[in-house]
């Protein structure tokens, strides 16, 4: 019985932990009023000091026509990144190890919900 009660306690605590580090997109939307000083997100956008980043979730890395992207993305590009939410994850960590060169300043997310929330809302900006 003890067996049973420990493993039905640690299953539950697992289980109330789970929503705690589920994806919300509109906590995402949130989180990407950090972005908007450089992004839009909207399906016929305009580019600003960075790409509009309407569908950029399975989208090859620069690939807006009419944005100047760094020579490090356009190589990268070239070498065929395309933004998959596992790469996204990496460079909004810490963009400067995706992309070295690259001219995106922001220091990257470092908070795992904030970043989970984002990809969500981002998943989201698609038609």
């Not at 640690?10 to 949130?30: E, K, T, V, W, Y």
């Not at 399906?43 to 690939?63: C, E, M, Y």
Request: glycine share 10%.
């Amino acid at each position: 019985m003890r067996r049973f009660s420990f493993s039905a306690a640690l299953f539950a605590s697992f289980s109330i932990a789970a929503p705690a580090f589920a994806q919300d997109a509109d906590a995402g939307q949130r989180v990407f009023n950090q972005c908007r000083a450089c992004h839009t997100v909207d399906k016929v956008g305009r580019n600003g000091v960075g790409p509009n980043l309407w569908g950029i979730v399975g989208r090859k890395a620069a690939s807006i026509e009419g944005f100047r992207y760094s020579s490090s993305m356009r190589t990268l590009a070239e070498g065929g990144l395309t933004w998959n939410e596992e790469r996204l994850t990496a460079y909004l960590t810490n963009p400067k190890a995706v992309v070295p060169q690259g001219s995106m300043a922001f220091a990257g997310i470092r908070n795992e919900q904030q970043l989970k929330d984002l990809l969500a809302y981002l998943g989201k900006q698609t038609d």
